[in-house]
Antibody
Framework: EVQLLESGGGLVQPGGSLRLSCAAS????????MSWVRQAPGKGLEWVSA????????YYADSVKGRFTISRDNSQNTLFLHMNSLRAEDTAIYYC??????????????WGQGTLVTVSS | VVMTQSPLSLPVTLGQPASISCRSS???????????LNWFQQRPGQSPRRLIY???NRDSGVPDRFSGSGSGTDFTLKISRVEAEDVGVYYC?????????FGQGTKVEIK
C-alpha cells in the first residue's frame, strides 16, 4: 500500500523559513510526479507546487512563486518543500500528494495525512 | 483557470440523490482528446481522496452510486442515493492548465 508521511511542520515567525519532507514508500517513487497541496484552517484545497518524476520540471502557484522551492531525492524516496519568507496566509495543513503517473492531469491518487504549518509571532 | 462549484452547501436526506456542479473558466479538453476534470472527497478529519478522474472514471473502491459527467467547461458529480458515509466536502480539480486549481468545495450534509 502506498504511504506518504509528511514531517517538518510547526510554528514559525513571519518572514521565517521551514522545510517540509514527505517520505514515500511502496511504489517506484521516481516514476511519479508529486505535488504539495495545502488547506488553510476551515478553508478549501489549494494546489501549491508540483515536480516531475525526475525532478527536472517544477511548477508553482502564483501565491508561493519565488518563496517556495519543491525538490525531491529519488535515492531516498523523499519529497521536499522549502518555504521562505513565510506569511500568516501560509498557515495551513500541507499535504503531500502522488500523481497517478508522469503528470498530475488526473489529479492525485494518494495523499499523506498532512503536516500543520503555523506562521505567527 | 477558475473552477466554480455550486451549491457550496448541500443538505440531503438519506437515500435521496445529490448533484454538484463544477464549471471551469476555460476548456478542460486536452490536445490528446481527454478531458482532465477530477473529483475528490474529503470526509471530516481526513485527507482528501480521489473519487473520479477524467470526468467519469471511478477510482477503485468508489461505490457505483457516485458518477461523473460533463464536457468542455461544465461538469457534474452525482450521488444516486446518499449514505451517511458520504458526508464531507467535495472538490473538483482541473488537470490541464498550470497552475492546477480546485473548486471552492461543496459541503454535503445529512438533513
Amino acid at each position: 500500500e502506498v504511504q506518504l508521511l509528511e514531517s517538518g511542520g510547526g510554528l514559525v515567525q513571519p518572514g521565517g523559513s521551514l522545510r517540509l519532507s514527505c517520505a514515500a514508500s511502496a511504489f517506484t517513487f521516481s516514476s511519479y510526479a508529486m505535488s504539495w497541496v495545502r488547506q488553510a484552517p476551515g478553508k478549501g484545497l489549494e494546489w501549491v507546487s508540483a515536480i516531475s518524476g525526475g525532478g527536472d520540471s517544477t511548477y508553482y502557484a502564483d501565491s508561493v512563486k519565488g518563496r517556495f522551492t519543491i525538490s525531491r531525492d529519488n535515492s531516498q524516496n523523499t519529497l521536499f518543500l522549502h518555504m521562505n519568507s513565510l506569511r500568516a496566509e501560509d498557515t495551513a495543513i500541507y499535504y503531500c500528494a502522488k500523481a497517478p503517473g508522469l503528470s498530475s492531469k488526473e489529479g492525485f491518487d494518494s495523499w499523506g495525512q498532512g503536516t500543520l504549518v503555523t506562521v505567527s509571532s | 483557470v477558475v473552477m466554480t462549484q455550486s451549491p457550496l452547501s448541500l443538505p440531503v436526506t438519506l437515500g435521496q440523490p445529490a448533484s454538484i456542479s463544477c464549471r471551469s473558466s476555460q476548456s478542460l479538453v486536452s490536445s490528446d482528446g481527454n478531458t482532465y476534470l477530477n473529483w475528490f472527497q474529503q470526509r471530516p478529519g481526513q485527507s482528501p481522496r480521489r473519487l473520479i478522474y477524467k470526468v467519469s472514471n471511478r477510482d477503485s473502491g468508489v461505490p457505483d452510486r457516485f458518477s461523473g459527467s460533463g464536457s468542455g467547461t461544465d461538469f457534474t458529480l452525482k450521488i444516486s442515493r446518499v449514505e451517511a458515509e458520504d458526508v464531507g466536502v467535495y472538490y473538483c480539480m482541473q488537470g490541464i492548465h498550470w497552475p492546477r486549481t480546485f473548486g471552492q468545495g461543496t459541503k454535503v450534509e445529512i438533513k
